[in-house]
């Protein structure tokens, strides 16, 4: 467990819910894990990190904690695991991370959240991540994971699809290192793809969350918001056709069965309402409606959730 | 003042914040008026009907009030004054109250409400009216009269619009009647445009009251809700004009400046919805919504704006 699986250096930038449940993972397989936190550095540095998890419980301990990232060296992967809200800030928080074949893995919601960091580290450089993970912070240095795990991750490239990739075999690497710290990772080729997929059914369900006030079996067991939520996904399809980004209908029919069948989920955007924070809309909705409507469709019932939701934020 | 204007018998059933308002008055100008009451019949048999009105507090006293449609006479005209709502039970109700020429005043929001009572007196003998009044009742028998009053009323031709007109002449002995009870009253040639312009304000304020839980002023003041508002005139405007009604642009510049002016307001809608009753979503937004789509133009906006109001319902 102390022989490192790679000589790559990951830098994890947030250790809440999702950095702290990967960056712990990553950390407790032997790789060298430097985390940037905030309020909790001290407890981090002194305690440990703590992961109760479905999959079994575990500390880590002692753990590379730092309350800047000053006093951090230079990492080959710097994995983005804050919200996307503050992402004009973090990109300056991060640049002493940078060394020059660093890699950002952004692990954030929403589309085109990659492009602030590649405004940084320069094209080629970036990877995304869409993550499939029930996780709490509970505390501090405290991680309770609930359910799933899996990322689908691959390289951005950039909001017109031009730049090139980070290399391959970089990509195989990372992508070894998350696998042998037990992380259910998918190498995918066509980013885009993904996150278009996972904003099928955020926009939907994140949105109307907030929006409508009520969990997801508040909405799938009313007709009325149960077809909303189904119109909502036809137009979050509609919109990722504009884009060039296939998705066919059968995924609507399956992310339908999945979310029926799910226990009552409160949002991560609903969370952040209730608790007074700024939610993502921009990443979330006002991004993927924005990008529809320059290529000349506008999702009426997207456009009409952003509008709420901008109302609803003031 | 004891002089009957008119020698017609009026109807007034409900005596709530509107039927109370101009039943009163046309009662107080002389009229014969008999009101179908509910909760308070014995109060307004008592004590009378109390005014207190802007344009100066008035009582009426002795009132023909009565708890059952079977104890009153056949009536001229039947006002119908109360909530769409119940609609198809209000046609039963009011049988009792029909004779062969009697002609029904429906006083209500939204499209085609007047259908259910062309049902039950026949094409021709119904009229409809739109009235711009804030009032409410506030006790057994009283009601406060804050501001406006202002009714258009016209012939309703049916859902397809050939049903024949109510004539001229009882048209006229009607408007007369109201004008000389002191009600500003303008009879109108096209009822739907009156309707549908009422609709222009009523789909986006009614509506986002419940759906944002917004009185008028905070929709107004948030860039994001305010064009969501004007969308929904637009589509609104839109959906009358497929429907054959033209309203010009200039009616929706007016009625924002008009919003803007306005003191924070409650809408009807939204103070059925704080108070646990049935909100008038059919008559204000499903059936404007239905008429719309079934000539082919679907106002995606209003229907995102109806099953939101629908799941809150519930």
């Known amino acids: 467990m102390l022989t490192p699986n790679s ?10 819910a999702l950095g702290g449940y990967y960056g712990g993972l990553l950390a407790k397989s032997g790789l060298d894990v430097h985390f940037l936190t905030r309020s909790d550095t001290d407890h ?6 703590r992961v109760d998890s479905i999959h079994g419980d575990f500390v880590v301990s002692p753990v590379q904690a730092y309350s800047s990232a000053h006093l951090m060296p230079p990492c080959d ?5 804050l919200k996307s809200t503050q992402n004009h800030l973090i990109r300056e928080l991060v640049t002493p991370l940078l060394k020059e074949e660093s890699v950002f893995l952004v692990l954030q919601n929403g589309l085109h959240v990659e ?43 950039g909001e017109d699809g031009k730049s090139p990739a980070v290399s391959q075999s970089i990509q195989n690497e990372i992508h070894r290192d998350f696998l042998e710290a037990g992380i259910r990772t998918e190498l995918v080729e066509n980013l885009q793809y993904s996150r278009w997929k996972k904003l099928m059914w955020n926009i939907p369900f994140n949105g109307l969350s907030v929006a409508m006030n009520a969990p997801t ?5 009313s007709p009325a918001a149960r077809q909303l939520a189904i119109d909502l996904m036809v137009e979050t399809q509609a919109s990722a056709k504009v884009c ?16 029926d069948s799910m226990v009552p989920y409160d949002s991560s955007m609903r969370l952040d309402f209730l608790a007074g924070r700024t939610m993502e809309i921009e990443a979330i909705v006002g991004r993927p409606l924005r990008e529809a ?3 000349g469709f506008v999702p009426k019932k997207i456009e009409m959730l952003y509008q709420q939701l901008c109302f609803l934020q003031k």
Request: charge should be positive; glycine fraction near 14%; aromatic fraction near 6%.
């Open 217 to 221: 079996d508040k909405v799938m067991t």
């Open 44 to 49: 981090i540095q002194s305690r440990g990190l």
């Open 115 to 157: 492009s602030e960091f590649e405004a940084v580290a320069g094209s080629g450089q970036v990877m995304g991540g869409c993550c499939f993970l029930c996780s709490n912070k509970v505390g501090p240095g405290h991680i309770r994971h609930m359910d799933y795990g899996h990322i689908a991750m691959g390289a951005y490239l």
């Open 293 to 295: 409507k320059r290529r």
């Open 77 to 81: 992967v710097i994995i983005i695991a």
């Open 7 to 16: 000589k790559k250096r990951y830098a994890i930038v947030g250790a809440g």
């Open 244 to 259: 060039g980004i296939e998705i066919a209908d059968k995924e609507i029919e399956q992310m339908i069965a999945y979310t």
